[in-house]
């Protein structure tokens, strides 16, 4: 670990480091480097009938319509015309933070811009010339979250030189000093994941156990030279030392890959506190993830629950899951459903108006984040991931569940769950991130595309009060595409992020769509919130009017 340094700069006036152009990594997967060949949807022949069955399959929507939208970072703007974006931002009081390939923006809450696009390259340089954060080696896959808690930001970003290449290869993490993500300054950190293995896809999440700082939890899927996932990696970090500037003494633990089944611990999400009272003192973080199958097609029945116990203060002390290969804690009983690849593991399922290209479902694994609420004492993990109907035709859909955990134990079964499919209309849903408001009420944010559509952005909800198992509140749109992707890779996010307001009842959702046919994505951000529901006043009595 190298840190932390720190950055005592207004962010306007960093000097700008250009990233590197045009990177585009192999797509990878537990089953190895993704196909690049189109695969098989059911995308109908005649266009003009599937429209027409669109519209009248459609329930009426009672989602709101949004409240703000504005354009974020386009692929143009990114400077290093990386694809795909890996779309992600947070929101805080003041500020929100949108995050692509490789570097990362600060709006106020109304969309305009306070920083011009600030590379990761220029952010980290600080680290200096011996670690790739600090060399102008910043790899993508970049992440940012709001700490509710202490009023903080975290920026982070893998780090290395190539790939496949020799190593090593780093998470590079930031922690604002102060509120203010623009003229606060940062703390940086260099986290060495692994001398050899790629480190792909980081996800961060915030945990306010162990106490009395709590820990930034990471997971990691690691992938060896010719491309082979190997194994998963989760770190804790001590949050409460690096909120005062201090070290980060990271625990991690490795769970391999083949061991307690391939890719049984694959695309492993940390829950992430946002709302509501926090977990109790010495709840133990909660991680989930699903398994996949040696062949497309095959019905799989189980979520997988872990427990991240932390103790910075005695380090050996520290557990993930069971037993020295840190099998799951829980098998949580599902629904079937089927990952979003054919039997060539070939993602490139999802359709697009005007042209034959499809795009890449990423169907095979929990998206971020997974969120815990704790409404009156009863705990919840909410969690999202892309399935795949009537396998191998498709359409892909959005799986959801509501998962009981209180006491801090993974239940048998999901409280909650649904395929959403807005009354299988016969559109593409993927890409999806969820979170939740202070009063229960849910929404996802996602992807939605067919052979009559280009890609929109769309988000569909439901109230507390809404019968269980379904988005009751119907979709809205975000934004309308005016174009589709004509990269033969298909890549396609590589995620988005729905995030809640600090008001408690308004959510934010950023993600990529297409402006314009071609191979430049855009970004858009936009803000919507359900009606606050308010219990009209007890009428005070009257006497009653005499006879006339």
């Not at 506190?273 to 062949?295: K, N, V, W």
């Not at 427990?307 to 949580?332: C, E, M, Q, R, Y």
């Not at 997974?370 to 035709?393: C, F, I, K, M």
Request: net charge negative.
């Amino acid at each position: 670990m190298i840190g932390p340094v720190a950055l005592n700069q207004d962010l306007r006036s960093l000097p700008y480091v250009a990233p590197r152009a045009d990177i585009e990594r192999p797509r990878l997967t537990r089953h190895g480097f993704a196909s690049g060949q189109p695969g098989k949807s059911g995308t109908s022949a005649l266009p003009h009938v599937q429209s027409l069955l669109e519209k009248m399959l459609t329930p009426i929507p009672n989602m709101p319509p949004p409240l703000l939208i504005f354009a974020g970072t386009d692929r143009v703007g990114s400077g290093c015309e990386c694809r795909p974006p890996d779309t992600n931002g947070d929101v805080g009081p003041n500020h929100y933070v949108q995050t692509v390939n490789i570097g990362f923006r600060v709006f106020d809450k109304s969309g305009n811009p306070l920083t011009p696009f600030t590379t990761y390259d220029s952010f980290f340089a600080p680290l200096g010339t011996g670690n790739p954060c600090g060399n102008n080696q910043n790899g993508g896959d970049p992440f940012v979250f709001y700490d509710q808690i202490a009023d903080r930001w975290v920026v982070s970003d893998l780090g290395f030189d190539s790939y496949p290449g020799p190593g090593p290869y780093y998470e590079c993490i930031g922690v604002s000093q102060t509120p203010d993500p623009v003229v606060g300054g940062w703390n940086l950190y260099a986290l060495l994941v692994d001398p050899v293995n790629l480190d792909d896809y980081p996800k961060a999440a915030l945990w306010n156990n162990p106490q009395p700082g709590g820990a930034y939890f990471f997971t990691f899927d690691m992938f060896n030279q010719n491309g082979f996932f190997v194994s998963v990696k989760a770190y804790a970090l001590d949050r409460g030392s690096m909120l005062t500037g201090g070290p980060a003494n990271a625990i991690s633990f490795e769970i391999p890959g083949g061991d307690p089944g391939l890719g049984a611990s694959y695309r492993l999400v940390a829950a992430n506190f946002r709302t509501g009272s926090p977990p109790p003192a010495g709840r133990d973080e909660m991680l989930l993830a699903i398994d996949s199958p040696g062949s497309g097609g095959v019905t799989l029945t189980q979520v997988k629950g872990w427990k991240f116990h932390v103790d910075f203060g005695t380090p050996a002390n520290s557990t993930l899951g069971v037993g020295p290969n840190h099998a799951p804690n829980s098998l949580i009983t599902v629904n079937g459903f089927v990952d979003a690849f054919d039997s060539n593991f070939n993602y490139l399922l999802v359709p697009q108006g005007g042209t034959t290209q499809k795009l890449d479902t990423l169907g095979d694994g929990i998206m971020t984040p997974v969120v815990y609420q704790n409404r009156n004492g009863t705990e919840s993990l909410w969690a999202d991931h892309t399935v795949l109907l009537n396998y191998p035709n498709g359409p892909t859909a959005v799986r959801w569940y509501q998962f009981d955990v209180t006491g801090g134990n993974f239940p048998a079964t999901a409280g909650q769950q649904q395929d959403w499919t807005n009354g299988n209309d016969g559109l593409w849903r993927w890409m999806a991130a969820i979170a939740v408001d202070a009063n229960g009420n849910m929404a996802l944010g996602y992807s939605v595309s067919s052979g009559s559509i280009f890609p929109n952005i769309s988000y569909a909800g439901r109230l507390a009060s809404d019968p269980p198992n379904n988005l009751g509140q119907g979709e809205a749109v975000l934004i309308s595409g005016s174009g589709y992707q004509t990269s033969a890779s298909g890549r396609w996010g590589d995620y988005s992020m729905t995030t809640l307001d600090t008001d408690g009842t308004s959510f934010w959702h950023t993600n990529e769509y297409y402006a314009t046919t071609g191979s430049s994505w855009n970004t858009e951000v936009g803000k919507f919130r359900f009606p606050v529901v308010r219990v009209p006043p007890t009428p005070r009595p009257r006497p009653t009017p005499p006879p006339r």
